[in-house]
């Protein structure tokens, strides 16, 4: 049965050896967001901070920190498992004759059990404050020089104003006062793009920021699904059992029925101040910029609520391992519209946007730029600085293997594209401009005679069979 809440999931980490209670008093300045990176930077265990100073609420984090725990929290030990649910659903056929329809029923039904479900009331209808107020929830600042506490693990729902789609994002808020926040969405974000058709409109968007969830509907935030896709239908396709939603009270949004705590309210596109400074994952302060004001009026919770926090700076922090299963979730979809990519790695210490390399199986010449330009205009990674594109040979995952082919198979001025001023990550501290940058792609296959390469083609040493099979045969008797 999959995890149902943030407590089954504690109980079923601290079962697994993945999870350890601190009952120190600690302070949610500064303190645990040190004590948090010393563990992620040691592959350490998931933290229940249950004595938090000045606060009557545990706060847990690097809940998600390694692949064992985001294994358990969603249940597979295969991700790309996940996206090809996904791709087998644009698959199925709708039945037409009647020995068809029986076929597919089972296929049909199983389907009918991902879809989120609406109730009445749930563990986070418990309790309900309409004088509400972020002074009583443990929200950590986790750098020095920050602007001062931020929720850095919220996801934010918001529904497209035409078409009423859900979406979930994890976009940090940094706290101004008790009611008052800065919604960091960035421009290329589903949220962003809500509430710029809201704000197009004349209207103010209407937000509800969940906390702590079935770890499959947190993964959902992060996860940058194809437009169009219910997020809260994805969390059910992840966990394979749709999620209980309940009604907000006071803004017109579905929620996890099971989450913790629910921040309800508006983001008002009138009210645009500077947000930042924030120690972020790129590894430095991203600086002020302006970003809309969200308004608190109303708390969904739980009696007893678990604060669920990450912190992020310089790679590899807990967000690396939720990207690395990002990244081999959606590999089957990537196939999808590039159906020669073999395989495909964004490696932790260049934040996700920063690089990516793609193996692939090349047919014909010019075909590694047809790769790049299709995943340059697929989806978020649009924003992907770097691309450096491989043969199948090469495993993507083995930086080595990857530095022998671009250093073996590409030639600078032949096989390096630049393309500038184009989308690039909000975060990136290198772009002329925020939000506009250039690309490079390195074509790192072998080129061809096609290509125009008209010497002979290197063959790579490898050692022959006779030899391979001697060696091993004797190999006890060498003494090594
Ligand atoms: C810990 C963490 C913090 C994040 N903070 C932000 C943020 O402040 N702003 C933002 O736009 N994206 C942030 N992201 C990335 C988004 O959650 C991610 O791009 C997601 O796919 C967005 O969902 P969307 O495509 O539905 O907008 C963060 C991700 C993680 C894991």
């Given amino acids: 049965m999959p995890i149902e ?10 079962g697994a050896g993945e999870l350890r209670r601190v009952k120190t008093q600690v302070d949610a300045d500064l303190e645990i967001a040190e004590i948090l990176r010393r563990v992620m930077y040691a592959n350490g265990p998931a933290v229940l901070f249950e004595n938090v100073k000045n606060y009557d609420m545990p706060v847990l984090g690097n809940a998600f920190g390694s692949m064992k725990r985001l294994q358990i929290g969603l249940e597979t030990s295969d991700f790309t498992e ?13 039945p037409s004759g009647f020995l068809n329809k029986i076929k597919k029923l089972p296929e049909l039904s199983k389907m009918g059990d991902v879809f989120p479900r609406l109730e009445k009331s749930g563990p986070v209808t418990e309790v309900f404050e309409d004088s509400p107020s972020f002074g009583k929830i443990p929200i950590l600042k986790t750098w020095h020089r920050d602007a001062g506490k931020f929720i850095t693990l919220g996801l934010v729902a918001t529904k497209h104003p035409e078409t009423g789609i859900r979406n979930l994002g994890v976009y940090r808020m940094q706290i101004i006062d008790d009611k008052t926040a800065l919604m960091h969405w960035q421009k290329h974000k589903r949220g962003a793009h809500h509430h710029d058709i809201s704000r197009d409109r004349g209207e103010k968007i209407e937000v509800a920021i969940i906390i702590g969830a079935e770890p499959a509907t947190v993964f959902s935030a992060v996860a940058p699904v194809p437009e169009g896709l219910d997020k809260y239908l994805f969390a ?5 059992k749709g999620i209980k939603t309940v009604k907000c009270r006071t803004v017109d949004l579905e929620v996890p029925a099971n989450a913790e705590i629910v921040f309800e ?6 009210d645009i101040r500077e947000e930042g400074p924030f120690g972020d994952h790129t590894g430095y302060y991203t600086p002020t910029e302006p970003y809309p004001t969200f308004r608190l009026t109303g708390i969904l919770r739980r009696q007893k609520p678990i604060y669920l926090t990450t912190i992020v700076g310089k790679p590899v922090l807990e967000d690396a391992y939720i990207g690395k299963v990002i990244e081999r979730s959606f590999l089957p979809l990537i196939r999808m519209f590039q159906p020669e990519v073999v395989d495909f790695a964004m490696p932790a210490a260049g934040w996700f946007q920063g690089m990516a390399i793609i193996s692939i199986k090349k047919r014909y010449p010019g075909q590694a730029k047809k790769v790049m330009m299709g995943l340059w205009g697929l989806g978020q990674l649009a924003l992907t600085k770097m691309f450096v594109v491989v043969d199948d040979d090469i495993n993507v995952h083995n930086i080595d293997d990857v530095i022998w082919a671009i250093t073996t198979r590409a030639d600078p001025a032949r096989d390096t594209t630049i393309i500038n001023n184009t989308p690039t990550d909000t975060l990136d501290p290198a772009s002329p401009l925020v939000n506009l940058g250039s690309k490079l792609g390195i074509d790192a296959t072998q080129k061809t005679k096609e290509e125009g390469f008209t010497r002979e083609i290197q063959q790579k040493v490898e050692v022959d069979e006779p030899t391979k099979n001697l060696v091993n045969s004797r190999w006890p008797s060498y003494g090594l």
């Fill in 265 to 270: 309210g508006y983001v008002d596109p009138s």
């Fill in 236 to 240: 059910g396709i992840t966990r394979q």
């Fill in 5 to 14: 809440d943030t407590s089954e999931f504690i109980k079923v980490l601290e």
């Fill in 82 to 94: 996940i996206g090809q649910r996904i791709v087998d659903m644009t698959k199925m056929e709708i």
